[in-house]
């Protein structure tokens, strides 16, 4: 039952789980974690042992805690975006895959709690769910956010601890802190630049090749294919995400630069008034001589400033001004402009 904390020895005896059947579930993991085709993904997914409801979406390297995914439920039509993270364990070593399972009095410790997310709940882009949590039905979990209580039905939570933001109900509009200044939906949005299947496999295909590829020039240039408008002398660090359903809407600037593990995201889904899901896009724009840190996460219709500095980790919800310094989760301003821009 979700919420119950079970020693970690005591829940890996239940499930008899040998070693080789663990190994082939951390193979498995590697898979789907970079497994450019959708069904595919969430079938490996599947096959590790989560209970997987219908129509379940789960984005490109979402983590799973793969030696407990067997206590892990996703119920039907929920949505996992890109580089999510749940965890159904704590504690430390002890690992029975590992070099101590040969070694008496290397015990196992912590505990095991399961974690389970709601029919329809919507968790966004590297959004980390901890042991025990319940994600209600039709919950939204923001980007970066970290969970570690319950979410009720309808709730909207954000920020490290996720804290509640909002709710909405059947007949509501939209929160305003979801949406950015400018956005378009992502049905009008496809009509009107006729797009194509083969494409976004393509896009994937490159985007694969790109996280991973040792020279910074190709790296670029695989990023580039993919459709992103990049200046002059542009870094782009080794495992950066980039929406690959819609790269064409991200700008990055002469001189400006993204450290590894960034994520850039450039559409994300909400409920309407009837209750429904849809979704919208909006564009990135990371200005000249911009810095985006670490592990940091742009959400859509977010603009970076000229030289801004983006922290490491910082959740960018807004737009970052001219010269700026940011940290934080969501991100605020910790330095003031220090100069203006060339006109």
């Given amino acids: 039952m979700p919420n119950e904390r079970i020693p970690r020895a005591e829940y890996y005896a239940r499930v008899r789980k040998t070693r080789l059947q663990g190994l082939v579930t951390k193979v498995l993991h590697i898979l789907a974690r970079n497994m450019p085709f959708s069904g595919l993904r969430v079938g490996l997914y599947k096959r590790m042992g989560i209970k997987m409801g219908q129509s379940v979406r789960i984005g490109l390297d979402t983590y799973v805690d793969d030696l407990f995914a067997?206590?892990?439920?996703?119920?039907n039509e929920c949505r996992l975006e890109a580089r999510v993270a749940t965890v159904v364990h704590d504690g430390g070593g002890g690992d029975p895959l590992g070099?101590?399972?040969?070694?008496?009095?290397?015990?196992?410790?912590?505990?095991?709690?399961?974690i389970s997310i709601g029919r329809g709940a919507i968790i966004g882009s590297r959004a980390v769910i901890l042991p025990g949590v319940i994600i209600g039905e039709t919950a939204i979990v923001r980007p970066g956010a970290v969970v570690s209580k319950?979410?009720?039905?309808?709730?909207?939570?954000?920020?490290?601890?996720?804290?509640?933001?909002?709710?909405?109900?059947?007949?509501?509009?939209?929160?305003?802190?979801?949406?950015?200044a400018h956005y378009t939906p992502c049905e009008?949005?496809?009509?009107?630049?006729?797009?194509?299947?083969?494409?976004?496999?393509?896009?994937?295909?490159?985007?694969?090749?790109?996280?991973?590829?040792?020279?910074?020039?190709?790296?670029?240039?695989?990023?580039?294919?993919?459709?992103?408008?990049?200046?002059?002398?542009?870094?782009?660090?080794?495992?950066?995400?980039?929406?690959?359903?819609?790269?064409?809407?991200?700008?990055?600037?002469?001189?400006?630069?993204?450290?590894?593990?960034?994520?850039?995201?450039?559409?994300?889904?909400?409920?309407?008034?009837?209750?429904?899901?849809?979704?919208?896009?909006?564009?990135?724009?990371?200005?000249?001589?911009?810095?985006?840190?670490?592990?940091?996460?742009?959400?859509?219709?977010?603009?970076?400033?000229?030289?801004?500095?983006?922290?490491?980790?910082?959740?960018?919800?807004?737009?970052?001004p001219d010269g700026a310094t940011v940290l934080g989760n969501p991100a605020r301003v910790i330095y003031p402009p220090l100069h203006q821009p060339p006109h």
């Fill in 188 to 320: 009008e949005y496809d009509r009107h630049t006729r797009r194509h299947g083969l494409r976004s496999i393509y896009r994937r295909l490159l985007l694969g090749l790109a996280r991973f590829t040792l020279s910074a020039r190709w790296r670029v240039a695989l990023y580039r294919a993919m459709g992103i408008a990049i200046g002059k002398q542009a870094r782009i660090d080794l495992d950066v995400y980039v929406d690959e359903q819609y790269p064409e809407l991200i700008t990055i600037e002469d001189g400006a630069g993204i450290s590894a593990r960034a994520t850039l995201v450039t559409h994300a889904e909400i409920f309407d008034a009837s209750g429904s899901r849809v979704g919208f896009v909006a564009p990135i724009r990371v200005k000249q001589e911009a810095h985006i840190g670490s592990g940091a996460v742009v959400c859509p219709g977010v603009t970076i400033g000229h030289s801004a500095i983006v922290g490491p980790g910082a959740v960018i919800t807004d737009d970052v």
């Fill in 99 to 114: 070099p101590g399972a040969f070694f008496k009095g290397r015990e196992m410790v912590g505990h095991v709690a399961e």
């Fill in 70 to 75: 067997m206590a892990m439920r996703f119920d």
């Fill in 150 to 180: 319950d979410v009720p039905p309808q709730a909207v939570v954000a920020g490290n601890p996720a804290r509640t933001i909002g709710s909405w109900r059947p007949g509501d509009r939209p929160l305003p802190s979801l949406l950015p």
